[in-house]
């Protein structure tokens, strides 16, 4: 594993050669987001930085979910695509076959549903770092004006999202302590405001301790997450021993 050199590209279709060929060192590419399912249409990532585009999709969740206030639907929609965005560089990153983060590189494969099942980036990367700091800092912004929200609370998803990728690509790799020890150095390198990501071992189990809440449980019918930061911290702790011991 290593930090990948420099590269530059632009906005190309879904199934590149270089994802190809990250997604191939991966055992489980297609639950993790790196293949393309045969029924999600393109869409350009750049549209996550766009707050009108954003607010109509926030809109189309208020639907689905029947009902949700703005912080709530912001907070929801940015916990699930952070994760989709950032799966492809950071598959990069610990393949040894770097990935570009930049908005106008990647493309999201969108469900007929209206969920976001994939990411492709069509370029080599360069500083990693940099290009998550641009990517994130511009759909943060998005997102907090759509939602009419703090950004703070959304660089904290960001952070989990970031934790959690790695910490699936280490399951998937079968070397969770190195890939998870990639987190802090890259968080850092990103800089403020995004907090340090954080792990808690658990029964033998890593998990990512979240320094954030998706809002889930305020949407009807949603539930409070096993790992949840609201929940108290004994309560946090035997449920996930209860389901460290399932694995």
């Known amino acids: ?101 930049r908005l106008a590189d990647t493309t999201l494969a969108e469900l007929p549903g209206g969920t976001l099942a994939a990411a492709v980036s069509a370029s080599p990367g360069g500083p990693l770092a940099c290009e998550l700091r641009e990517a994130l800092g511009a759909v943060v912004a998005a ?27 280490g399951q998937a790799l079968g070397d969770v302590p190195a890939v998870t020890a990639l987190a802090g150095p890259l968080a850092a390198a990103v800089g403020t405001p995004l907090p340090a990501p954080r792990y808690d071992d658990v029964a033998g189990v890593r998990f990512v301790r979240r320094a954030s809440c998706c809002l889930l449980y305020r949407l009807p019918g949603g539930p409070l997450c096993t790992s949840c930061p609201r929940r108290p911290a004994a309560e946090r702790r035997g449920l996930l021993e209860r389901a460290a011991r399932t694995r």
């Open 143 to 169: 997102v907090a004006t759509a939602g009419g929200m703090r950004s703070r609370p959304l660089w904290a998803i960001a952070t989990d999202s970031l934790a959690g990728r790695l910490l699936a690509l």
């Open 1 to 101: 594993m290593r930090r990948p050199p420099g590269g530059d590209g632009q906005t190309g279709p879904v199934g590149t050669t270089a994802q190809a060929e990250v997604a191939a060192r991966v055992p489980g590419a297609g639950a993790l987001g790196l293949l393309v399912p045969s029924s999600a249409r393109p869409l350009p990532a750049v549209l996550l930085a766009d707050p009108d585009w954003t607010a109509q999709r926030l809109t189309e969740l208020a639907v689905r979910h029947r009902g949700g206030d703005r912080r709530t639907l912001a907070t929801v929609w940015w916990y699930s695509a952070s994760t989709v965005l950032l799966t492809p560089s950071l598959a990069g990153l610990v393949t040894g076959r770097p990935l570009s983060a």
